[in-house]
């Protein structure tokens, strides 16, 4: 059957297409990038090899002679995006670098919403994430530690940003699905919550909001958890 294999795969130890004919009509460049509009346009859930299929405008048994499971079209969407990541000369300074790198992933995350739901170590080692991998660790050369500290760094700024954009894409979705507008959901929201502070049931909590009445500034917390994961590898003096 189409799709299976008798032994597991690496789809980039693969050549490009199988089976005997002409010469291929589509690359997997031009299959990742359908899959990706699809993506982009509809979410995760609408990408199917069928949709592919047809935005490529091939039937969709042909394209499983390209892609043969659904899993390795999304490693080939992962690598496409990843080819965005952008490589420049790092500075010297890791943390200034690793802070440049954490931003640039947040902002691609935001580009492809559905990016986060497959941000797996299965899918991290195709061309162009090797690629980001390794620009990550000449950012870190300045750094005097082992490799596998370095990848336990990298590692964890992209589980930081990878949960941090998870939750201001599923705060965004909500706003969006409101009945009303967001500023009055958070009226009555922050109204009720000071009525339960004020009742004395909660005197550490009347403290905190004594101490600090916010608002909250989001750039902020996401800029002081990337610091705190960058504290937690810094040489000790």
């Not at 690359?27 to 859930?45: N, S, Y």
């Not at 091939?58 to 969407?77: A, H």
């Not at 950012?139 to 998870?166: A, F, R, S």
């Amino acid at each position: 059957m189409a799709g299976k294999a008798a032994v597991p795969e690496v789809i980039w130890a693969r050549p490009e297409r199988t089976g005997r004919g002409p010469r291929p009509a589509y690359t997997r460049a031009d299959i990742a990038a359908a899959a990706v509009r699809i993506a982009d346009e509809g979410g995760l859930d609408a990408v199917s090899m069928r949709h592919v299929a047809t935005a490529l405008g091939c039937g969709t048994m042909s394209l499983y002679n390209y892609v043969p499971r659904k899993e390795d079209l999304y490693e080939l969407m992962v690598d496409a995006v990843s080819g965005e990541h952008e490589e420049w000369e790092p500075s010297g300074d890791w943390r200034a670098d690793m802070r440049r790198v954490a931003g640039d992933t947040r902002a691609l995350m935001h580009r492809h919403p559905w990016l986060p739901r497959l941000m797996s170590p299965v899918y991290g080692f195709s061309p162009h994430a090797l690629r980001y991998l390794e620009h990550c660790l000449a950012c870190l050369d300045p750094l005097e530690t082992t490799y596998g500290v370095k990848m336990q760094l990298v590692g964890m700024i992209n589980g930081v940003v990878t949960m941090y954009v998870v939750n201001e894409l599923a705060t965004a979705e909500r706003a969006r699905s409101l009945p009303w507008s967001e500023e009055q959901e958070n009226a009555v929201r922050i109204g009720y919550l000071g009525s339960q502070v004020a009742s004395g049931a909660y005197p550490r909590m009347a403290a905190a909001f004594m101490e600090d009445p916010g608002p909250i500034d989001l750039e902020a917390v996401f800029g002081f958890a990337v610091e705190r994961v960058l504290d937690a590898f810094a040489p000790r003096g």
